[in-house]
């Protein structure tokens, strides 16, 4: 098969799963789809030659943030019943809103001259060595505040899961 | 190594171009829809990742590598949000037992 094929049907595949995410009414079936969407733009990057993004990708996305998701979800116990639903109105609002996002955005690419990269590419930027060498000289200030970032992050979520006892009494 | 990208055996980058806008308008989409805070935050992650493949699409066409250290910068960010968020989803649940996203009226004083 030619990999263009294989491109636009991975494409599709992406597409199709994204769709189910937001048309799926029950929200364990939502998150699972997300799963598989992740998956989909996992195999885009190897397609693209970024092989140290696709591992990224599965690893943080399908791995921890989609079980933190799960998790979550599980805990709170919601099933197809307690799903709150919209208005015919909100759905049909919801549908021009992004019909009109999407045609703006369609235009301007299609207005949009795009340059030819001049000099022949290197196709192996996306390996880790590469990757990481660019990360570790060029980017280390980003990568050590990032850093704290994490930190903050996780003291906020204990503070925040934390059980008040003051506003339970 | 010198691997070929896939933009030499013929797919044009007008493809990512608009396969990653019609996956941000339909995490776009998704956040208006959608009344389940939940899911509500699963379509941003869902933006996000419509960003992060434009951007890795665009560092394989020019053959650079910044715009992959970017997407990585990206999912940094989305993991610490993922985890906030969702926390504050649990402690809003345990004060009105519903993740309905229109409870959030009640933050109009």
């Known amino acids: ?169 | 190594m010198l691997l070929a990208t896939i933009f030499e055996s013929g797919l044009s980058m007008e493809y990512y171009l608009i396969l990653s806008s019609i996956l941000f308008v339909i995490g776009v989409v998704g956040v208006l829809v959608r009344k389940n805070a939940i899911i509500v935050l699963m379509c941003i992650e869902l933006m996000l990742n419509a960003v992060n493949l434009l951007l890795v699409a665009f560092s394989t066409y020019f053959g650079k590598a910044d715009a992959q250290i970017f997407v990585f910068f990206i999912m940094v960010v989305a993991a610490a949000e993922a985890t906030v968020g969702l926390s504050i989803l649990v402690l809003i649940y345990r004060n009105a037992r519903s993740v309905d996203i229109s409870i959030f009226n009640k933050l109009k004083g």
């Open chain 1, 1 to 169: 098969m030619d990999i263009v094929t294989v491109a636009y049907i991975l494409g599709g595949l992406t597409l199709g799963s994204a769709l189910m995410v937001i048309l799926s009414t029950h929200p364990v079936r939502s998150v699972l789809y997300l799963i598989v969407t992740f998956f989909m733009i996992s195999a885009n990057y190897i397609l693209l030659n970024a092989q140290f993004v696709a591992i990224v990708n599965i690893i943080v996305y399908a791995g921890a943030i989609m079980v933190l998701f799960l998790f979550v979800l599980m805990m709170l116990n919601l099933s197809k019943e307690t799903e709150p639903k919209s208005s015919i109105f909100m759905k049909l609002a919801a549908a021009i809103a992004g019909g009109g996002l999407l045609t703006v955005f369609i235009s301007a690419i299609k207005k949009a001259s795009l340059i030819d990269p001049s000099t022949v590419v290197n196709a192996d930027q996306g390996l880790v060595k590469n990757l990481g060498k660019v990360l570790f000289t060029d980017y280390v200030l980003p990568f050590e505040i990032s850093s704290v970032l994490f930190i903050a992050a996780m003291v906020g979520a204990v503070l925040l899961a934390k059980r008040d006892k003051q506003i339970i009494d």
